[in-house]
């Protein structure tokens, strides 16, 4: 976990040194396309993995409550953001 944090840093560090660089503003749209082609590879992965669809009436409903809950919770943390300290204005 440590070597995965530490090279996401370093690639932070990297764009940020050279975010002036044309080729770097290109890159920004491909990564929407990779982030799509793994999250199909691992439906793919997990689709041909015979325990996990076995097994996915017992753990499903748990996973869709986690999910759930993890998509409120996003939702109302970003929204908590937004009117703390982005709403222009003042308070309505």
């Known amino acids: 976990m440590f ?13 940020y040194v050279l ?6 503003q290109k890159i920004e749209k491909s990564t929407s396309l ?4 793994l999250l199909f590879v691992l439906g793919i992965s997990i689709g041909s993995n015979s ?6 009436g017992r753990f499903g409903w748990q996973a869709a409550i ?5 998509i409120l919770g996003s939702m109302l943390a970003s929204f908590l953001v937004f009117h703390l300290f982005f ?5 309505p």
């Open 87 to 91: 709403k222009k204005g003042g308070r």
């Open 66 to 70: 986690l999910a759930t809950l993890s």
């Open 3 to 15: 070597t995965i944090i530490s090279i996401m840093f370093v690639g932070i560090g990297i764009g």
């Open 19 to 24: 975010r002036n660089l044309q080729f770097l």
């Open 34 to 37: 990779t982030i799509f082609l």
């Open 51 to 56: 325990l996990i669809i076995n097994n996915l």
